[in-house]
């Protein structure tokens, strides 16, 4: 059943801490994401029941909003909890983290359209991402940033609105020891 493997594998992300908030939450939308596995429409309403009930109680417990319509990509991780809010259009790719009081939404409530987010992004605190952009991949946005405008890849962005400082510097050989 791919609702306990997928949960193994969030236990791993959080390194094993089940007692962490994050972790919490990725066990309620991986339980969302699972139901709609369930083909039979009359089968599936006590489960949408019971999802709704546990996304609302750890919504209060955690501060956190992640609907599970949202894709996310492996070990995607919630450091920190609180004040953060994820639209149900935004899209995550392998490997990011978001921290405290992030919040990845509409721009405007006309333009049903949220960022989507590449691989190895880390979202510091208190950013918010907002409208139809895309962000790169490993790409770092700095703590409070307002990002309304695409990010390239390998990317550091910082400030309100937010900047491109610098191209993030890639090796082309590995590191000797």
């Not at 089968?43 to 992640?66: A, C, D, H, W």
Request: charged letters at 20%.
């Amino acid at each position: 059943m791919a609702l306990f493997s997928n949960i193994r594998s969030d236990l791993k992300t959080y390194e094993g801490k089940w007692g962490s908030q994050g972790f919490w939450v990725m066990i309620v939308y991986r339980f969302g994401q699972w139901r709609y596995s369930i083909s039979n429409r009359f089968i599936r309403m006590p489960f949408s029941f019971f999802y709704k009930l546990l996304y609302k109680i750890v919504q209060i417990l955690t501060g956190i909003e992640l609907p599970c319509e949202v894709p996310v990509g492996k070990n995607f991780r919630i450091d920190h909890f609180g004040d953060i809010i994820i639209s149900g259009y935004a899209r995550f790719g392998d490997n990011c983290i978001v921290r405290n009081g992030v919040t990845v939404g509409l721009k405007n409530i006309e333009e049903k359209a949220a960022p989507q987010i590449g691989n190895n992004v880390n979202i510091g605190a208190g950013a918010k991402l907002l409208g139809n952009i895309t962000i790169g991949n490993n790409v770092d946005i700095g703590a409070n940033a307002v990002v309304i405008s695409s990010i390239p890849d390998n990317s550091i962005a910082v400030g309100i609105p937010a900047k491109v400082i610098a191209k993030k510097q890639t090796l082309s050989k590995p590191l000797s020891t």
